[in-house]
């Protein structure tokens, strides 16, 4: 038997009937060339086969003394984890986003391995789908995406070689925190700066004064936990789910960064922002100071080597949803991001975490004790995962949609993940049915969004010089340019 990690226990703990705690990934796929009707009836058939599991897939929790532990699980039944269904007519992505939210919101049985995995056929254009889940004590959202990775390959024909995920196995990254603040994300803080010695509290002092400074002077870039304004996504959650995806394009999110000397992910930040504000804003719910969002931060430092797979840090920012104009949010956003790196870039893994415990700490003790009552922990967690950078296969179809499942929590009653591959960016937004109701919309919000930033851009360019145009005698015969067809704009891969 194996003791569960501190955070990995708390999962376990904080779990109730209205929270579970588990993720997932729902990743579309495209049949290959020629498949017969009975493509996914043979390729159930051939999964099955795959009865050795690997950890974390076979590990059954067990409690003695109060206390959890993990045990090999001798009686695998590989049919209670592997389910083939299909889905109702008309089979459209609607039906298939119905169905993951109805799955995604039961409970995994602790009687068994914590995870379920269900092969999807019955879409209308001919697509199948993957759905699988997991505790989050068992494996984080890296280790996820990384274990999937491993499922895959850019070779058609390899790709039908290659083990199942519960033949793989995933192992949590080192990184892990828990939902919420809690005692064990506090301890893990105190073990990892304790492992570096304690000469490395002294870095971790200086800027835990440094922003209780910026805080006192009122400087507008730092965000802070449990200052943020409470909106209907800070209340608490019911037992059902509502899963809405949607691809957006990789190649445009990299133009506007251009523009704005800014990331990738800074966009996708103002994308999250803007479309939050429309939303609430035609809810007339629009807080007037700017939401908050926790939103995890690579700290891997460069031309150098780690012994940790995952060097990652949570951080807060600003979304300036108090702000009408695209561009000045995204300006404002950046800044704030800005701040939060030269920051974080000062500390090491350890020092982060021991940092991000002691300025998180006050904001979490007023905000969970109710003494603010018109303030929140933070709005809204929004994770971005790097995917797969090429065309890959899973079992011979092509990927079309890698979308995760997260989890939520009351006061965080809506999270938005997302999966960047190739030239896609595929969000995945999971939100309480009842507390966020029609959270669909915010796929349209965040398309238009982006539009408006493209606009930002197109008005600040200068215009191109004109041709110094020469004096025509009447004889000279004008040719009109032809005229050009006009192209219906590519349309996102939805789900």
């Not at 404002?332 to 415990?357: F, H, T, V």
Request: charged share 25%.
């Amino acid at each position: 038997m194996e003791k569960l990690a501190l955070i990995d226990d708390a999962f376990l703990r904080l779990e109730n009937r209205r929270q579970p705690l588990h993720i997932g990934s729902l990743m579309l796929l495209e049949p290959p060339a020629g498949a017969g009707p009975d493509f996914a009836y043979q390729l159930a058939k051939r999964l099955r086969q795959h009865t050795v599991t690997a950890p974390p897939f076979n590990h059954r929790l067990v409690t003695k003394r109060g206390l959890h532990y993990w045990e090999e699980d001798r009686h695998f039944d590989l049919n209670h984890h592997f389910v083939h269904l299909s889905l109702p007519k008309p089979g459209r992505v609607r039906e298939l986003l119905a169905m993951v939210s109805r799955v995604h919101s039961a409970h995994l049985d602790r009687s068994y391995p914590l995870w379920r995995m269900y092969l999807i056929e019955g879409l209308e254009d001919g697509r199948i789908a993957m759905y699988l889940k997991i505790h989050h004590a068992m494996a984080d959202g890296i280790a996820g995406i990384t274990m999937l990775n491993k499922c895959m390959s850019n070779d058609q024909k390899a790709s039908k070689t290659m083990l199942p995920p519960w033949a793989i196995g995933a192992r949590k990254s080192r990184t892990a925190q828990p939902p919420v603040p809690t005692p064990a994300g506090g301890l893990s803080a105190l073990r990892a700066i304790t492992r570096e010695g304690i000469g490395a509290i002294a870095p971790v002092i200086k800027e835990v004064g440094a922003t209780i400074k910026d805080y006192r002077s009122g400087n507008e870039n730092l965000a802070l936990a449990g200052q943020a304004p409470r909106c209907i996504f800070n209340q608490k959650v019911s037992a059902s789910r509502r899963f809405a995806a949607q691809s957006y394009s990789m190649p445009r999110i990299r133009a506007v960064a251009k523009a704005f000397d800014a990331t990738g992910n800074d966009v996708i930040l103002a994308m999250c922002g803007g479309a939050l504000r429309r939303y609430l804003k035609d809810r007339g719910e629009l807080p007037k100071t700017s939401l908050t969002a926790g939103v995890p931060v690579s700290v891997r430092r460069k031309n150098r080597e780690s012994k940790a797979n995952n060097e990652i840090a949570f951080t807060l920012t600003k979304l300036a949803t108090h702000l009408d104009n695209p561009a000045a949010r995204m300006r404002a956003i950046k800044n704030c991001m800005d701040y939060n790196k030269e920051r974080m870039s000062k500390l090491s893994p350890g020092q982060l975490m021991a940092y991000a415990a002691a300025v998180m700490a006050p904001g979490a003790t007023t905000s969970l004790s109710g003494l603010a009552s018109d303030k929140a922990l933070g709005n809204v967690i929004i994770s971005h995962v790097p995917g797969p950078r090429e065309t890959m296969y899973w079992q011979g179809a092509r990927l079309d949609g890698l979308y995760p499942v997260s989890l939520i929590i009351d006061s965080g009653a809506l999270n938005i993940t997302l999966v960047s591959r190739q030239d896609k960016v595929d969000f995945g937004l999971i939100a309480c049915r009842k507390s966020v109701p029609s959270v669909q919309k915010l796929l349209t919000y965040l398309e238009e969004e982006l539009a408006a930033l493209e606009q930002c851009v197109e008005k600040t360019r200068p215009a191109p010089l004109r041709k110094k145009t020469e004096t025509k005698s009447p004889s000279q015969k004008t040719t009109a340019a032809p005229k050009r067809k006009a192209t219906k704009a590519s349309k996102s891969n939805a789900a």
